[in-house]
């Protein structure tokens, strides 16, 4: 059960400390399904006096009248359930019990899309009842747009928040948390198919190889994250045909806004919209090149979510044959291009041990015209250049490499002279050979002795 609270000691203090104080408490928690925010939730409350509440898709009336019997439930109190008491009134009831009571609603967005006034309800809840009692009212909700929404300035809960808590995948470097015995080389893997999400991180088997496990939760019919992309589009978008389209352009590489228009043929006007709420819930990013202007000619859109980057790159396109039960097919293709799609989630991952092991000051992957160099840092008036490769490199291959990254470096203006280069490969024949000429050479083992 403590796999699903790796790196949420932080997360966890601060809610308990919440909890712990005399005042009320206004916390939103937020974050992309299966992320473990309700084991989070349900982690910090215990030892307190809680209420858990999970709203659904059942209308209000009925989620109003099962939000009863859980407050009866917490305070002894039959009457309450056999009541026609509103949400305000029911807030009231517990506001004026004067206890700490920890008030957890969980999947919010499902009563605001019921009912778009019951956020009005919640904020006349907290103006007349609860701000001056001891009630801790936590809300949590999946959908990222809507609860942003909730929290911006338009919204009728804006600035009465105490506490917000946006709750992130997990990094490679947790994956081992899960797969301890696996090798540096397949929790890498697990990484780029899964990402850091706990839920699906928790349905790999340790006893089975990592392309088992592929075969088993991935491509066959009965999968369980075979269906689970759509699942999480059709939870945000009511069409999400469009934007299969485009999220697949992305994972085959064509990460431009012109690129794409052309991939999709939708118009310029439709792209740009859809890339705007695929950037908001969070499955891609739009990117610019470190240390150049942000102009909309050297803009990408890439995934910062592996599921979704594996998930279109090869399950989407081969699913008539998943369809058709060809998995030794399908498996077959993805180890032929696994090794090449792998290229981008060890840049990412690489990027995420960069800042932990150096501590830059500013940094990123930069491109222009043509050239492209996988990572560059300053750190007290020194540039750093990397080369990231997901293969084993020679000595002389190496060697290379870092000739062609020394050429590409004086074209970035990092405004500094000094400068320093290194490579990061999954292995690096001659490793002591080039740090003893003054380069920075990382394999992948380091990016797990952290």
Same mark, same amino acid.
């Given at each position: 059960?403590?796999?699903?609270?790796? !790196?949420?000691?932080?997360?966890? $203090?601060?809610?308990? !400390?919440?909890?712990?104080?005399?005042?009320?408490?206004?916390?939103?928690?937020?974050?992309?399904?299966?992320?473990?925010?309700?084991?989070? +939730?349900?982690?910090?409350?215990?030892?307190?006096?809680?209420?858990?509440?999970?709203?659904?898709?059942?209308?209000?009336? $009925?989620?109003?009248?099962?939000?009863?019997?859980?407050?009866?439930?917490?305070?002894?109190?039959?009457?309450?359930?056999?009541?026609?008491?509103? =949400?305000?009134?029911?807030?009231?009831?517990?506001?004026?019990?004067?206890?700490?009571?920890?008030?957890?609603? &969980?999947?919010?967005?499902?009563?605001?899309?019921? !009912?778009?006034?019951? *956020?009005?309800?919640?904020?006349?809840?907290?103006?007349?009842?609860?701000?001056? #009692?001891?009630?801790?009212? +936590?809300?949590?909700?999946?959908?990222?747009?809507?609860?942003?929404?909730?929290?911006?300035?338009?919204?009728?809960?804006?600035?009465?928040?105490?506490?917000?808590?946006?709750?992130?995948?997990?990094?490679?470097?947790?994956?081992?948390?899960?797969?301890?015995?696996?090798?540096?080389?397949?929790?890498?893997?697990?990484?780029?198919?899964? &990402?850091?999400?706990?839920?699906?991180?928790?349905?790999? &088997?340790?006893?089975?190889? @990592? =392309?088992?496990?592929?075969?088993?939760?991935?491509?066959?019919?009965?999968? *369980?994250?075979?269906?689970?992309?759509?699942?999480?589009?059709?939870?945000?978008?009511?069409?999400?045909?469009?934007?299969? #389209?485009?999220?697949?352009?992305?994972?085959?590489?064509?990460?431009?806004?012109?690129?794409?228009?052309?991939?999709?043929?939708?118009?310029?006007?439709?792209?740009?919209?859809?890339?705007?709420?695929?950037?908001?819930?969070?499955?891609?990013?739009?990117?610019? *090149?470190?240390?150049?202007?942000?102009?909309?000619?050297?803009?990408?859109?890439?995934?910062?979510?592996?599921?979704?980057? @594996?998930?279109?790159? @090869?399950?989407?396109?081969?699913?008539?044959?998943?369809?058709?039960?060809?998995?030794?097919?399908?498996?077959?293709?993805?180890?032929?291009?696994?090794?090449?799609?792998?290229?981008?989630?060890? %840049?990412?991952?690489?990027?995420?041990?960069? =800042?932990?092991?150096?501590?830059?000051?500013?940094?990123?992957?930069?491109?222009?015209?043509?050239?492209?160099?996988? @990572?560059?840092?300053?750190?007290?008036?020194?540039?750093?250049?990397?080369?990231?490769?997901?293969?084993?490199?020679?000595?002389?291959?190496?060697?290379?490499?870092?000739?062609?990254?020394?050429?590409?470096?004086?074209?970035?203006?990092?405004?500094?002279? %000094?400068?320093?280069?290194?490579?990061?490969?999954?292995?690096?024949?001659?490793?002591?050979?080039?740090?003893?000429?003054?380069?920075? +050479?990382?394999?992948? !083992?380091?990016?797990?002795?952290?």
């Amino acid at each position: 059960m403590m796999q699903q609270f790796v !790196n949420r000691k932080s997360e966890l $203090e601060a809610l308990r !400390n919440a909890f712990e104080s005399n005042k009320a408490e206004l916390i939103v928690i937020y974050g992309r399904r299966r992320v473990g925010k309700t084991a989070l +939730v349900l982690k910090s409350v215990e030892g307190f006096r809680h209420l858990y509440f999970l709203a659904d898709e059942r209308s209000e009336r $009925e989620n109003l009248a099962e939000f009863r019997k859980k407050v009866a439930e917490l305070l002894g109190d039959d009457v309450i359930a056999r009541s026609n008491l509103d =949400w305000v009134e029911l807030f009231d009831y517990m506001a004026r019990r004067g206890e700490k009571l920890v008030v957890i609603i &969980d999947e919010l967005p499902y009563l605001v899309s019921s !009912n778009s006034a019951f *956020p009005s309800l919640l904020q006349k809840a907290w103006d007349l009842h609860i701000q001056n #009692s001891k009630v801790k009212l +936590v809300l949590v909700g999946s959908s990222i747009g809507m609860m942003e929404r909730l929290l911006g300035y338009k919204s009728p809960l804006y600035g009465r928040r105490t506490m917000q808590l946006d709750v992130k995948p997990l990094k490679y470097w947790h994956v081992r948390e899960f797969l301890p015995h696996y090798s540096p080389e397949d929790l890498m893997r697990v990484y780029g198919v899964a &990402d850091g999400i706990p839920a699906y991180l928790r349905q790999f &088997d340790e006893r089975l190889s @990592f =392309w088992e496990n592929v075969e088993r939760l991935f491509l066959r019919k009965e999968s *369980p994250l075979y269906t689970e992309a759509e699942f999480l589009l059709r939870q945000e978008f009511r069409e999400p045909a469009r934007y299969f #389209s485009i999220l697949k352009a992305i994972a085959f590489g064509k990460t431009s806004f012109g690129e794409i228009v052309n991939f999709t043929g939708f118009d310029r006007g439709t792209v740009s919209r859809y890339l705007d709420n695929l950037v908001r819930i969070r499955v891609i990013a739009k990117v610019h *090149p470190a240390f150049e202007p942000e102009k909309r000619r050297n803009t990408r859109y890439e995934f910062v979510d592996n599921y979704f980057r @594996f998930w279109f790159r @090869f399950v989407y396109p081969n699913r008539e044959r998943v369809e058709r039960e060809l998995y030794g097919e399908v498996l077959e293709e993805v180890r032929q291009n696994f090794d090449h799609y792998m290229g981008q989630v060890f %840049e990412m991952a690489v990027a995420d041990f960069l =800042w932990r092991k150096l501590a830059f000051e500013k940094g990123g992957r930069w491109w222009s015209k043509g050239e492209e160099i996988d @990572f560059v840092g300053l750190k007290k008036g020194k540039a750093y250049f990397f080369e990231v490769k997901w293969s084993k490199l020679t000595y002389h291959g190496a060697r290379e490499v870092l000739r062609s990254l020394e050429r590409k470096a004086r074209y970035v203006r990092t405004g500094t002279k %000094e400068m320093l280069f290194g490579l990061i490969a999954r292995g690096v024949e001659g490793r002591k050979k080039l740090e003893e000429r003054g380069l920075l +050479v990382f394999e992948l !083992n380091d990016l797990f002795s952290l």
